[in-house]
């Protein structure tokens, strides 16, 4: 690429980079950074690569921010600027494998080297060279294998990792990439022997304790790069024919992870790619046949168990160190899967898992030494890992829940012999506390987790056997004990957590009173802050699942919320925000005296504890970022519970302290707690007010900022404006109105116009538009009928905004303008000369929610009554199937309206997704997004469909209804007059 580089650019440039990292001078070092860009971007990204790859003339931290600014420019101007420069592009693609060879041995440079292939991998290959950038790839990967030169030798592993992922990830199988697919299946086959010699090499340097970090890295990507290779559309011939390299490899990774005192990543990557080619192999897909699973199954698979089997029973001697939390997650998975195929989980897994759980699975749910040590020294940190790890954060919890659930579908008869074992070293302890309590608290740990599925194990076969035997006999016995308590009250500690778990209803109210009472007296009177908040914690349980003891207990309602608020000041923790939560809801009727001061210590709290986090530089805290979130749905909370006092007030600074300050990963919840204030405010008040508009500005500022990349935070909040309008919401000053109504649109114009081959985002967009039309009475049909020719057009390519959004722009329109909207349409339909009629287009799409059903019936009414507006060999096209459409809608509403109420009066989730592969495909049921609109507010919500229903068919003269009758079924017709039989009488 022939440009002029002045060698006094390239040393401003580098200046920068020297300001920004050594005079911590960021915001004016970026400004001229980004101007000089904006202006040159093929100088830039020339300069960025000189500078790169002259490490050894700069300062590290020059060609490390040089890296960083690179593939930043890159993944930003991909799509924009660079895909169409083909100069520019070239270049790219010839100077980042030169610059990564260069800069192999520099981890950081590394990093972003191999970031901007996949930017490139992921964006180059909708030209009209499909795939070029990984057929070159593939070419200079095989170049750099045969080259004597070690860091082109690395280059090229760490080059085809990118590669394999990639495909592994995001190639689907279409008629376009058949001959890349050639390609590469060839590569694949030609890989796979490579990488075993090289990780056969690297082998021997581990048992000699030679590994390098570089060793240990490209050791690590080789062995996934082995998995994606395997698991590619259709699997490498030679892993299953005379070479049998699947058997090799499997053997190989087990000689890795014998090695005592082995690398984590290393030892959690030999396992966790046995684990996933058993779980991947022992399924029929499209590519996977039975031939491959029935080989997987006779040679594999019995080496994969025979090898996970020695490797514990080396843990279990002492001949190798224990195991980290990933390893064993994945051991998990790997019996996880095998109770789903009977061939190798009778023959092998059944009759040593219960042995194995005894001796290996149950021992690893134990406190260790170090939660221990926090338990005494740091309580907070404590309670923190604790309940992360079981709400299923944890990889041995994570794991341990999940087997247990194959257990309860393949082999509940196992699952009750686990129960079991672990009741009967409880009743052991009971019988003799001098026993070890390291082990039976790890028992408990297994019985808190398996009491979830209590209704599924035989050994309580009835309500006594649960509440006397279980609950009283042994839990309530083992919290009672005032000696243990004294001793080892962490041991306590873990069947307070066991019983938190247990969420029951209680038929005997004996012993429900007696464990209230304890965990009452054990969260009021007790010392100990882990106690503390474990009874609370069980309270909380108890009051979820006995809702028919809440009378009797409020009268401790307002002692415990004042311990929680003194608990609160001194300890920052998620849970007690969480419990605060449930307590507000259920009982907002005791809160209520002492609302305002408990959203004063919220305040106080977040505020305060948001500045130490700034202070102390702990941002990716994950800890931190639980507290955070929980403050603020605790704040929401607060504020949907006190209808009758506005409490919105006092949060305002805490929601501007996370817009001013680019919080993003907390907006979500922020931006929910706004749209609560908002709702609350308007309920209680009908009008917006002066501190709500300030947000709102900062809001709509920060779309100059930072916000731009983040449109889905944001949409919610859209939406809930909209149901009010915006003219609404300035106090009809119309000032105001206009300052938000073009800042909004001219955000929406923007992500249109430039984010236009994001078909996601843009579908996002389009669907706020849905709720903005009908709460501003603004046209925005032309986004709607541009996106309908891109539907027409690329309908078979796959087109991902789908025709029910496209159609419910337009109907939008339709109500709210129905004649303009008409007329625009008919023009349009003219203008582009469009043969598929549009009416008729839109009349394919199905409905099914309450809120669509209506839009479309209200747009129907209005189209009805203005046919004389259209030719009439163009309305003959159409009104037929839009008659025939919305009178099953009209039929359908009671359905309707019944579902959207029990969605408002329920916690509906309908995710589907292949438990058994959850890491590579996780699809969401159509009826989801359906769901997400009937609980989203608009400003038709508060239009009565059945009087327009009603209204309409009235005021219909006798050719108007034989039309109707014409169009649809003789029994559709019974049941439509019988329908509205019902609305007359």
């Not at 600027?81 to 083909?86: R, V």
């Not at 690395?154 to 001959?179: M, V």
């Not at 005592?260 to 990543?265: A, G, I, K, P, Q």
């Amino acid at each position: 690429m022939e440009v002029q580089i002045d060698q006094n650019e390239v040393n401003a440039i580098a200046t920068c980079f020297y300001n920004i990292n050594i005079n911590n001078n960021i915001k004016d070092n970026e400004e001229i950074l980004n101007n000089y860009k904006s202006q040159n971007l093929n100088k830039m990204i020339i300069i960025l690569f000189q500078l790169i790859n002259s490490a050894t003339e700069n300062d590290i931290s020059i060609t490390t921010l040089s890296s960083i600014y690179l593939k930043n420019t890159i993944q930003l101007s991909f799509k924009k600027s660079i895909m169409a420069n083909n100069e520019l592009s070239t270049y790219i693609n010839e100077q980042i494998v030169l610059s990564l060879i260069k800069s192999i041995n520099v981890s950081i440079i590394r990093k972003q080297l191999l970031q901007i292939v996949s930017t490139i991998l992921s964006y180059s290959n909708s030209d009209l060279n499909p795939y070029s950038f990984g057929k070159d790839l593939i070419t200079k990967i095989k170049l750099l294998f045969q080259s004597s030169d070690n860091n082109e030798n690395l280059s090229g592993i760490y080059l085809t990792y990118e590669l394999t992922k990639y495909c592994r990830y995001s190639i689907i199988q279409t008629d376009s990439n058949k001959e890349f697919e050639m390609i590469y299946h060839e590569f694949s086959d030609s890989m796979i022997p490579q990488i075993y010699s090289i990780l056969s090499g690297n082998l021997v340097k581990f048992q000699n304790k030679e590994a390098s970090p570089i060793l240990i890295d490209i050791t690590h990507y080789l062995m996934k790069t082995f998995y994606y290779l395997s698991c590619f559309n259709r699997p490498c011939m030679v892993l299953f024919n005379g070479d049998e390299y699947m058997k090799k490899f499997v053997v190989l990774l087990n000689d890795y992870v014998i090695i005592n005192d082995l690398n984590e990543t290393i030892e959690k990557w030999c396992v966790s790619v046995m684990s996933k080619i058993f779980n991947k192999f022992s399924r029929t897909t499209k590519f996977i046949n039975e031939d491959i699973i029935n080989y997987n199954i006779d040679h594999v698979f019995p080496i994969i168990i025979t090898n996970t089997f020695e490797l514990i029973n080396s843990v279990i001697m002492g001949n190798k160190n224990q195991l980290n939390k990933k390893t064993n997650y994945f051991i998990f998975m790997l019996f996880n899967r095998s109770t789903k195929i009977s061939k190798i989980y009778d023959n092998f897994i059944k009759m040593n898992l219960l042995k194995i759980f005894e001796l290996y699975l149950i021992p690893l749910l134990k406190l260790t030494d170090e939660l221990i040590d926090e338990y005494e020294f740091d309580p907070q940190n404590y309670i923190n890992n604790v309940f992360h790890n079981e709400s299923y954060d944890h990889e041995v919890i994570s794991g341990f829940t999940q087997l247990i659930m194959n257990l309860k579908l393949n082999d509940i008869s196992m699952l009750n012999e686990v129960v079991q074992l672990s009741l009967m070293k409880l009743q052991e302890f009971i019988a003799s506390s001098n026993k070890d309590y390291v082990i039976i608290e790890s028992y408990g740990g297994c019985l808190s987790l398996t009491l979830i599925y209590l209704e599924n194990l035989t050994i309580f076969k009835t309500t006594s056997d649960i509440e006397n035997g279980l609950i009283k006999e042994i839990l309530l016995s083992i919290i009672s004990n005032d000696e243990v308590l004294s001793i080892k009250p962490w041991f306590i500690a873990r069947f307070l957590n066991c019983l938190s778990f247990v969420t029951y209803e209680y038929e005997n109210m004996e012993v429900l009173s007696a464990l209230f009472e304890r965990c009452y007296n054990l969260f009021i009177n007790s010392d100990d802050m882990v106690i503390k908040v474990e009874a609370l914690c069980v309270l909380r349980t108890i009051i979820l699942y006995n809702t028919k003891i809440h009378d009797n207990i409020k009268q401790f309602i307002p002692l415990i919320v004042e311990k929680i608020l003194v608990l609160q000041n001194d300890m920052d923790l998620e849970i007690l925000s969480t419990i605060l939560e449930k307590i507000i809801e259920d009982f907002h009727n005791e809160i209520k005296p002492f609302a305002r001061e408990l959203a004063v210590n919220l305040k106080m709290k977040f505020i305060k504890f948001l500045d130490n986090l700034v202070d102390s530089a702990e941002n990716d805290s994950e800890n931190s970022e639980y507290y955070i979130i929980s403050l603020l749905n605790t704040m929401s909370t607060l504020v949907s519970s006190m209808t009758q006092t506005d409490l919105s007030e006092v949060f305002v600074e805490c929601v501007l302290y996370i817009i001013n300050n680019n919080k993003i990963d907390f907006m979500t919840e922020t931006l929910e707690l706004y749209q609560l204030m908002v709702i609350t405010r308007m309920n209680s008040k009908g009008e917006f007010g002066e501190d709500m508009w300030m947000i709102l500005t900062e809001i709509m500022n920060s779309f100059e900022l930072y916000a731009m990349d983040y449109f889905q935070e944001y949409e919610s909040t859209f939406k809930t404006l909209h149901s009010y309008g915006f003219l609404k919401i300035a106090n009809n000053n119309m000032e105001r109105f206009t300052y938000i109504n073009n800042a909004y649109l001219k955000i929406m114009e923007n992500y249109l116009i430039n984010e236009s081959d994001d078909d996601f985002l843009i579908g996002t967009v389009l669907d706020n538009l849905v709720y903005y039309t009908l709460g501003n009475s603004t046209s925005t049909l032309k986004y709607y009928l541009d996106s309908l020719i891109k539907f027409l057009a690329d309908e078979d390519e796959g087109y991902e905004i789908n025709l029910e959004l496209i159609t419910k722009g337009i109907l939008a329109n339709i109500v709210i303008n129905p004649a303009d909207s008409i007329s625009m349409i008919m023009k349009y339909q003219m203008e582009y000369k469009m043969s598929e009629n549009i009416f008729k287009t839109i009349s394919k799409a199905k409905f099914y929610s309450l809120f669509s059903l209506k839009l479309s019936l209200l747009a129907f009414f209005n189209i009805y009554s203005l046919k004389s507006n259209f030719n009439a060999m163009y309305l003959n096209e159409f009104l037929k199937e839009m008659i025939v459409q919305n009178v099953s809608y009209i039929l359908e509403l009671p359905k309707a309206t019944k579902k959207r109420d029990d969605l408002l009066t329920s916690d509906y989730n309908d995710e589907e997704y292949d438990e058994d592969d959850y890491d590579d495909f996780e699809g969401m049921g159509k009826s989801l997004v359906i769901h997400e609109e009937d609980t989203t507010r608009s400003i038709i919500d508060n239009i009565n469909i059945f009087a327009k229903v009603n209204e309409f068919f009235n005021s219909m003269n006798e050719q108007d209804m034989k039309i109707i009758e014409e169009c649809c079924d003789a029994g559709v017709i019974t049941n439509l007059k019988g329908f509205l039989s019902v609305l007359q009488g």
